[in-house]
């Protein structure tokens, strides 16, 4: 003869909570690290971009400073 519980079952509400606070905090920590490894990228792209455009830039002035002025 099967054994029947008259109580309730066991629910394990606050074993669950914790862990989806452990995995909310694992998305969180991993997050961070994905976007301290990708500002090293985004520095580097940008330091490049601003470089290429101000030498573009000066080099252009320059060009335009050295043409004599137009005759009238």
């Known amino acids: 003869m ?20 452990l995995i909310i905090a694992l998305i969180g920590v991993g997050s961070i690290l994905a976007l301290q490894s990708l500002s090293q990228s985004v520095d580097t792209t940008f330091t490049q971009s601003t470089s290429a455009i101000t030498s573009a830039t000066t080099a252009g002035n320059n ?7 137009p005759t009238p």
């Open 2 to 21: 099967p054994y029947h519980s008259t109580s309730k079952p066991y629910r394990p509400r606050g074993q669950a909570l914790v862990e989806y606070a």
């Open 63 to 69: 060009y335009r400073m050295a043409q004599p002025p």
